[in-house]
């Protein structure tokens, strides 16, 4: 395997160490393969480490890059060097038919350090794009359509990005929101009339404070099957780290690549469980980029 440079020798050990906080698997090897891949978004990009209060035997680390100034197709990539691979299914397409049918602005990838590529991002322009435009994508799940008119109801109506889960074959509607947007009782509105439990008030009340929310569906199912909300927090006082000792852990030792030590935290709301993803603004670009949209 060639040597990697400087940087991201650096960031590779950052990762390690910040798995190692996490209590997440660590693999080397699928780690470097990423990181080789992608040399250039990995080191000039906005980066960051995501990992959640989810119990230890699932808890995992993720490391995410976003490229929105020099764009480069990351799925092209990941098909040439093997980080994902066509299985007949219909995420297999739906790549191309979102390059074919809706401007692009530029790309996220994210991958498991144990597992390899996981998501591709496809943003849009600053002007979201109508729910409508989905119409246009014949590889989307129907589940998407079926809930199209509900997300329009709850005043969701314009898509900022796009995910494309390869490992859960899966899809995540990204809506752009201000803080304070929506209240609890719209937001518990919301949750029930998909049949979640809510989540309980305190965490309804970080729940108003997302900037993206975003909902998870897949073919094999006609439910959506996660709602999440990104709470950007600009310093480790401002984290909810009485929530799970996990958060408090994460804040104090993960690694960064700048002075600014911002986060990203997210409460999550699915079937099985509700749990809160942190993540680290490693580059320090991560959450300005965020705001931007």
């Known amino acids: 395997m060639p040597a990697l440079s400087l940087g991201l020798e650096r960031l590779c050990a950052d990762v390690e160490a910040a798995a190692a906080l996490a209590g997440a698997s660590f693999s080397r090897e699928v780690t470097r393969n990423v990181l080789k891949s992608y040399p250039r978004f990995f080191t000039s990009s906005a980066v960051s480490f995501r990992t959640s209060t989810r119990k230890p ?10 490229e929105l100034e020099t764009p480069e197709d990351p799925h092209a990539v990941a098909l040439a060097e093997g980080l994902i691979h066509r299985s007949g299914h219909p995420i297999d397409d739906l790549f191309e038919q979102v390059q074919r049918n809706v401007p692009i602005l530029g790309y996220g990838l994210d991958f498991g350090v144990a597992y390899g590529v996981e998501k591709i991002w496809p943003f849009f322009p600053h ?43 899966s899809v995540n509607l990204y809506f752009m929101c201000r803080p304070g947007h929506f209240s609890t009782a719209q937001l518990a509105d919301l949750l029930g009339g998909l049949g979640f439990e809510s989540p309980g008030e305190e965490l309804l009340e970080h729940c108003t404070r997302a900037v993206p929310i975003y909902f998870t569906f897949r073919w094999d199912r006609p439910r959506i099957e996660r709602v999440c909300f990104g709470v950007i927090a600009p310093g480790p006082g401002l984290l909810p780290t009485h929530l799970h000792p996990i958060i408090g852990q994460f804040a104090a030792g993960v690694p960064f690549a700048t002075e600014r030590r911002n986060f990203i935290y997210s409460v999550t709301v699915s079937r099985e469980e509700t749990f809160i993803k942190i993540e680290n603004d490693y580059s320090g670009t991560m959450t300005a980029l965020m705001q931007v949209f």
């Open 127 to 169: 002007r979201p794009q109508p729910l409508e435009v989905l119409r246009t994508l014949p590889s989307l799940p129907q589940s998407v359509q079926a809930h199209s008119g509900f997300l329009v109801e709850h005043d969701l109506t314009d898509l900022s990005l796009f995910a494309l889960d390869y490992r859960s074959r």
């Open 57 to 66: 035997e699932k808890r995992e680390l993720n490391v995410r890059f976003v």
